[in-house]
Structures are given as structure tokens and as C-alpha cells.
């Protein structure tokens, strides 16, 4: 009785041991965490911004550990390294990058015990951590193991030591130069000129930098470099309070509002302090609604687009109660590098009947064929309005259709699906913004199809939803035009 008894608290005593020294093996990323990581494998440039305490550190830090030890997880599908790698981690002064960084990755700093409790696990540090001059229980670098599979043995083996150092943006920039190394995690914001010099180290191994913060500062250089600077080397992924589930639903709110008012969307949804250059100086709570389970056969239905001329794709189901005069925002996406069938794939089995409006641009012809941009479209059987969207009086006013969505938001007369705000359509809602008193036109391509449809909001019709398409002998003229929408 007493063996099996202490084999009982062995086994006991090896799980509490796993799980205290082998946190990287519990890691399990939210939705936004994993959107993070994939960009990995085509971005050279990340962004996570989020808000407080939602897990834009811990994502930063797991993603260091497995990039260092080589361990990645079956479902990991950001960037690889088959070899050791060298890397830094910095963040806003020693002390804070000793309290957060090396505590998330090697354990509570001045507690021996807990040391290789973080994400790095204790077997994994291939030598005892060298120390930091001037700050107590900090580390100025660190080496790990690094790992390749062995498909043979079916195990992990050591093939190299990977090295991680510590740096402070209070160091200053000239901390920062002629090291060459294979990537840079940056947490919390740093001054585009440090952010310019890790960008470098890392340019020519190929590496990588990515970036987990809060946008308090605002609109700051390095925030309109992944917001308004179009790259194909960057990416940014906005984690809001929603997409964090350690975060019980019901204490969300009452976690909002403890916030000053001026800080609420940067700390809780990641949206940088615009201040008065915010387009839509809304609350979600505004215009957040559960979706729509039945729609009434009166309301009626418009697609409206964004074509993506030099920029993504962008489409807008909308349902008008024309009896109490409010639009719901029912569907949305946003697709880029995609051809007009891939377009019209996406949208069709959603609302095949659907009439769709469409900006003036369409009006502009391929300089292959001479064709407009918006025949392309009707030729794959999308249901094209027959001219641009466009005002009663013929204008085409963008400033009349955002003064008629604000108008509409704040009173009451405007609605979105809640997974629509949860998503992208809430995510360049919460983005829209001026500069210099000018519209930012990065990231507004679903805010665009939104106004287009607003705009042409009397081109909608009363046909169901679905991939199915009415006989023409079952179409009607759409109420309050003197024509037929799609013409012969």
C-alpha cells in the first residue's frame, strides 16, 4: 500500500512539475494569436496591437521561446527556423524588460525556484543566464537549446544553441547598432528611430521583427507606418478585449468602464488615440447588435462594393427597415489579390439576388478588353445596378455619406451584426480616421463599400437571400425607381 501510494505522489508531483516547468506545453493562442503568427511566414514587418492585458505579451513571448528552442507545436503555421537563431527582446527601460520579458520567458526574476518557469523551460537554457550590469535580478542574455525532430527516434533532439539578449529603449539608439541578427520581439512602442535600427540588424539574415503594444501614443510614426504606409513586408492584427477569453464576458464592461474615457479604445480594443481625427467617434455598445435571425420579406437588400483597384476587395450586405427607417449592416468582407470570379464566389451563395451598387471607378475600362470594370463583374452573374452609385441629385458626395452613417449611428438608426464588429468591418470602424483633415485612405475599403451603399440605399430589393436566383418572369422593378434595375 505505502509503493503505490508514493508512486501516486510521484505521478502527482510530475504532473505539478510539468505543468509549473513546462508552461509552453498549456500554451493555447486565441483566434487574433494565431492571425499573428501565420503572418509570420509572409511579413517581415508584425504588428499585434491590442489592449491591456489581453495577451499581446504572452503572444510575443511564446512566440520567442519556439523560435529559440525549435520546439514549434503541431499547429503552428507562422515561421520556421531549422537551425539556432539569435535574437533580441526590448522593451521600455531594464527594469520593465526584467518584470515582463525575461519573467514571461525564464521565470520571476530574483527567485531561484521559479526559474525555467516561463515559456523557456528549464532543461531547455543551455547555461546559466549571464547577469545585467546596474539592474538587480536582470539578464543581459541568455542561451537555449535549440531543437530539430528526429523522425527516426520520434523525439526532439539538440542540434545548437540559440542566443536571446535584453535591451531597453532607454539605452538609446547606438545600443541598437551593428549587431546581425535573425529577429527582433519589441514590446511595447519604441521611437521609429530604434524601431529602424532593429529593422536593420535583422535585414540581413532574412529575420524578421514583430511587435506586441498598447497605441497610447496616438497616431505616433511607427503606428501610421503599419497603418497608413502600404508594404508588402507589413502586417498589423488588432486584438480587442472580445478576443480575449481568460476575460469573462460579464466583467467586460465594468473592465471598459474603469478606464478615462480618452484611454478606453486604446486600452480595451487596441485603437491607437486618435483624438478628434477619429471619422466615427462612436461606441461599439452604439450600433452592436445580435444578428438578424429573421428578416422580414418587406426589408430590403443591397450588396455594395469597393472594387480594389490598388487596394483589397471589399463587400457590404445591407438590410434597410424602410418602416423604421434603420439599416442593418448583415455581411461583410474583405479580400485581397483576388480576381472578380473569386469576388462573385464569395458573395453569391450569400445573396445571389441580391442587386449590387457599386462606385465610379467601375466606370473605368480594362485596358485590354475596353470593357468597364463593372461588366467583369455582371458577367459572373453578380446582379450589377446599371450605373455607379450615386445620390438622388446625381453627386457622388463622400463627406454626404459618412455625415449620414454618423447621423445614423447616433440615433439609433444604424446597426452591425455582432460578429461583423468583433471583425473586420470593427476593425476599420475603429480605425477611420483623418490627417491633416483628410480621409486616411488605408484600411477603409469595407468603410468605403458601407458609404457606397448608404449612398445607393434606394437600389435595394425585396428578394430573399441565398444562392438561388428568381426566374426573370418572377422579377420586379425595385420599389421607388421608374426602371428596371438590371436592364434587359
Known amino acids: 500500500m505505502a509503493d503505490n501510494l508514493d508512486d501516486i505522489l510521484a505521478s502527482l508531483q510530475d504532473a505539478v512539475d510539468r505543468r509549473r516547468f513546462g508552461k509552453a506545453d498549456f500554451f493555447e493562442p486565441y483566434d487574433k ?47 520556421r527556423w531549422d537551425r539556432a537563431v539569435s535574437g533580441w527582446a526590448a522593451g521600455e527601460s531594464s527594469v520593465v524588460v526584467r518584470d515582463v520579458q525575461q519573467n514571461k520567458l525564464c521565470g520571476s526574476p530574483g527567485v531561484d525556484d ?29 542561451q537555449v537549446w535549440h ?33 546581425t541578427i535573425d529577429f527582433g520581439w519589441l514590446d511595447e512602442e519604441p521611437a521609429i528611430s530604434i524601431y529602424s535600427e532593429v529593422l536593420t540588424r535583422v535585414t540581413a ?20 507606418r503599419f497603418l497608413n504606409e502600404k508594404s508588402e513586408d507589413r502586417s498589423v492584427v488588432t486584438m480587442v478585449i472580445e478576443d480575449a477569453k481568460h476575460i469573462p464576458a460579464s466583467e467586460r464592461q465594468r473592465i471598459i468602464a474603469g478606464y478615462p474615457d480618452f484611454e478606453r479604445d486604446a486600452r480595451a480594443r487596441g485603437i491607437p488615440m486618435l483624438g ?25 437588400k443591397l450588396w455594395s462594393i469597393d472594387f480594389g483597384i490598388g487596394h483589397p476587395f471589399a463587400a457590404v450586405l445591407s438590410l ?68 455607379r452609385a450615386q445620390w438622388e441629385d446625381g453627386g457622388i458626395s463622400t463627406e454626404a455619406g459618412i455625415m449620414e452613417m454618423h447621423d445614423r449611428m447616433i440615433t439609433g438608426r444604424f446597426k452591425v451584426a455582432r460578429q461583423l464588429m468583433n471583425g473586420v468591418w470593427g476593425e476599420e470602424f475603429r480605425m477611420y480616421h483623418r490627417a491633416d483633415g483628410k480621409i486616411v485612405k488605408v484600411m477603409d475599403d469595407i468603410m468605403s463599400a458601407t458609404r457606397i451603399g448608404i449612398m445607393a440605399k434606394r437600389y435595394g430589393r425585396t428578394v430573399n437571400l441565398g444562392s438561388k436566383v428568381p426566374d426573370r418572369g418572377q422579377q420586379q422593378i425595385a420599389e421607388g425607381v421608374d426602371f428596371d434595375l438590371f436592364g434587359g
Request: glycine share 8%; with cysteine; net charge positive.
Open 33 to 79: 494569436q494565431r492571425e499573428f503568427f501565420a503572418a509570420g511566414v509572409w511579413f517581415r514587418e508584425r504588428l499585434l496591437m491590442a489592449g491591456n492585458q489581453l495577451g499581446k505579451t504572452e503572444a510575443g513571448a511564446y512566440e520567442t521561446s519556439v523560435h529559440l528552442t525549435g520546439r514549434y507545436p503541431f499547429w503552428w503555421q507562422g515561421r
Open 114 to 142: 521559479d526559474f525555467g518557469t516561463g515559456y523557456i523551460a528549464k532543461k531547455d537554457f543551455a547555461d546559466k543566464p549571464a547577469a545585467s550590469r546596474g539592474v538587480a535580478d536582470a539578464f543581459d542574455n541568455i
Open 147 to 179: 531543437h530539430k525532430w528526429d523522425e527516426a527516434k520520434k523525439e526532439y533532439v539538440r542540434d545548437g544553441i540559440s542566443t536571446l539578449h535584453f535591451k531597453s529603449y532607454e539605452q538609446g539608439r547606438t545600443k541598437f547598432q551593428g549587431a
Open 205 to 224: 539574415t532574412l529575420g524578421m521583427i514583430f511587435m506586441t503594444f498598447t497605441p497610447l501614443k496616438g497616431m505616433s510614426n511607427v503606428v501610421m
Open 276 to 300: 478628434s481625427g477619429r471619422i466615427f467617434p462612436v461606441a461599439d455598445d452604439t450600433i452592436i447588435e445580435d444578428p438578424v435571425s429573421y428578416i422580414p420579406r418587406h426589408w430590403t
Open 320 to 387: 434597410w427597415d424602410k418602416d423604421n427607417d434603420v439599416i442593418h449592416i448583415h455581411h461583410a468582407f474583405r479580400m485581397k489579390d483576388a480576381l472578380p470570379i473569386q469576388h462573385a464566389a464569395a458573395m453569391k451563395p450569400i445573396g445571389a439576388a441580391v442587386p449590387v451598387a457599386w462606385p465610379h471607378d467601375g466606370d473605368d475600362r480594362e485596358k485590354t478588353t475596353g470593357k468597364t470594370v463593372a461588366i467583369a463583374y455582371r458577367r459572373e452573374g453578380l446582379k450589377m445596378c446599371p450605373q
